[in-house]
């Protein structure tokens, strides 16, 4: 059984930065596709970054140039590595795995995401 466990969220200014981490334990964290999703009060969870077993990577539009996704096998822990932070950036953050590579587009439908980590807070505000 995998465990995902989150942290590193909390408070920042607007164009700060803020590094969350994804701590996997149970099974190898590459084995899957890590997804980081966020939801913002009165909003949809949204799909932000993924990382694929094979190491392909996408972005949601929103957050190109801005945040970056990272896995460490060694520490069995995916990264996302956030900057220049906006107010409408501020969520929970969760971190999600699905056993096999989604295919084209499809990597945000949480439907795919059998792990799912309890979250952390993001909020970005002055």
């Known amino acids: 059984q995998l465990q995902l466990v989150e942290s590193g969220g909390g408070l920042v200014q607007p164009g700060g930065s803020l590094r969350l981490s994804c701590a996997a334990s149970?099974?190898?964290?590459?084995?899957?596709?890590i997804t980081w999703f966020r939801q913002a009060p009165g909003k949809e969870r949204e799909g932000v970054s993924c990382i694929y077993s094979n190491g392909v990577i996408k972005y949601a539009d929103s957050v190109k140039g801005r945040f970056t996704i990272s896995r460490d096998n060694a520490k069995n822990t995916v990264y996302l590595q956030m900057n220049n932070l906006k107010p409408e950036d501020t969520a929970i953050y969760s971190c999600?795995?699905?056993?096999?590579?989604?295919?084209?587009?499809?990597?945000?439908?949480?439907?795919?995401?059998?792990?799912w980590g309890q979250g952390t807070q993001v909020t970005v505000s002055s």
């Open positions: 149970g099974l190898p964290l590459d084995h899957y596709a």
């Open positions: 999600a795995a699905c056993p096999f590579p989604p295919y084209g587009s499809t990597w945000p439908k949480t439907d795919l995401y059998d792990f």
